[in-house]
């Protein structure tokens, strides 16, 4: 039996790659308009590193693992997600000690064993933001508009982000308190994971799926009644640099994470899909990670968001730019001095930056340019043993059915003015 791809895993092939490019680069451009620059750190890292800065309490760290021993004994971790491999770079790479803030994007392959059966994938890819080294609400406002303006440059409608503040452990303690209270004469109607919850991480009720947990946590107390005057202050002043630079947010206080190194400000961003929100990127700040993985006090906030899942939205709202031709045009040669003297034509044609192609399977004339009719392309390059003994060309373009002879000594320039018109 053939070798098959592992569970959970897909083959990017050409057809679809082009979508995935496009996202990319647009990725790159906007993160580029905003500062950003790019990081890349190792598809692996020592276990601990996410146990310590993913949270052992997590699905992720509990259940969805990639873990090994390696040949040393050492237990590695194939990443499932990629916060806190940027928080251990700038640590161990000694970030803190540039110009602060460091404004760092990802985009990689990520790593989760999830159920194959729920549609996810066990290689699933993520782009993501992380800011280092600033605690200003404004950095908060730049992280969620850089993302709201890249939907926006893709084209998605019916984008809503959900904002709330999750205040600091001081003000979280009291809330934690005061949920407590709320769900203890409720806490055997919760479901199991929520029970397990409810002395470890009672926020986390807040945010369960599960429609007896939402309907049990009506009326819950929320994070923005017990919010200290700093967490508050700066939850204001968030919202309204959003609110100015046109944002479309919602405040939601069911939206919490759960560890104590998440602090103030959590968002996700929605998008309407037929009938319903569903949540294209998630992020907040996360001001005692780094501490947490044994580095120096540093503020810290980000996002991530699934590239598949973008991809998905994009296909659903029609926003996928239509499939281009890939060369500008083919050479039609016959006879094989035609043919040597034409590949060294398209090494010139390549080397000026053009994409070109010829044939490369013996075809008959008519079936070459059959081909590059089928392939979309403006221009055939046409080539025979009559043009070669008169050293001259035949450019014809392809959509307007005209064609002209150029002599081969000029051909590059004159088919380079084509292109650069045509770009
Ligand atoms: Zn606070
Ligand atoms: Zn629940």
């Known amino acids: 039996m053939a070798i098959q791809r592992p569970k959970g895993t897909q083959d990017l092939l050409p057809g679809t790659i082009e979508q995935w490019q496009y996202l990319e680069e647009t990725i790159r451009s906007v993160c580029r308009e905003y500062g950003y620059e790019e990081i890349r750190t190792p598809m692996f890292e020592a276990t601990e590193l996410f146990q310590r800065g993913v949270g052992q309490t997590t699905d992720i760290v509990k259940k969805e693992m990639y873990t090994f021993q390696d040949k040393g004994d050492r237990s590695m971790t194939l990443r499932p997600e990629m916060t806190a491999s940027v928080c251990r770079a700038y640590v161990e790479d000694k970030l803190y000690g ?32 992380e800011v280092l080294g600033a605690d200003q609400p404004i950095v908060d406002a730049e992280v969620i508009s850089l993302v709201w ?19 600091c452990p001081i003000c979280r303690a009291r809330h934690r308190e005061q949920l407590q209270e709320f769900l203890a004469a409720r806490k055997s109607k919760l479901c199991n994971d929520c029970q397990e ?43 309204a640099i959003l609110g100015r630079a046109g944002v479309v947010y919602r405040v939601n206080p069911r939206l919490v994470r759960g560890l104590d190194y998440y602090t103030k400000t959590a968002f996700e961003v929605m998008v309407e899909e037929i009938g319903a929100q569903s949540a294209i990127c998630g992020g907040g700040r996360y001001d005692k990670l780094v501490e947490e993985i044994g580095g120096p006090p540093t503020p810290g906030i980000g996002f991530a968001m699934g590239i598949e899942r973008v991809l998905a939205a994009l296909q659903v709202q029609h926003k996928l730019p239509e499939e281009k031709p890939k060369l500008f045009a083919m050479l039609i040669a016959w006879g094989e001095q035609a043919q040597i003297e034409g590949f060294a034509l398209l090494s010139a044609l390549r080397s000026q930056g053009m994409p070109v192609g010829m044939d490369l399977l013996g075809r008959s004339l008519k079936n070459q340019l059959k081909s590059a009719n089928r392939q979309g392309v403006r221009y055939a390059l046409i080539l025979g043993e009559e043009e070669l003994a008169r050293k001259v060309l035949v450019i014809r373009d392809l959509t307007l059915g005209e064609q002209m002879e150029v002599s081969l000594v000029d051909a590059v320039e004159e088919i380079n003015k084509k292109y650069q018109r045509g770009v």
């Open 149 to 167: 303006n890249l939907y926006k440059r893709l084209g998605l409608i019916g984008l809503e982000v959900h904002v709330n503040s999750v205040g």
């Open 197 to 239: 919850r409810f002395e470890r991480n009672p926020l986390r009720i807040l945010d369960c799926k599960n429609p007896s947990c939402q309907e049990e946590t009506v009326g819950a107390p929320t994070t923005k009644d017990t919010l200290c005057e700093d967490c508050s202050t700066h939850f204001e002043k968030v919202l």
């Open 98 to 129: 540039q110009p602060q803030p460091m404004k760092l994007y990802y985009i990689g392959p990520m790593f989760r064993y999830e159920r194959p059966q729920s549609g996810r994938f066990r290689q699933f890819h993520q782009f993501g933001i």
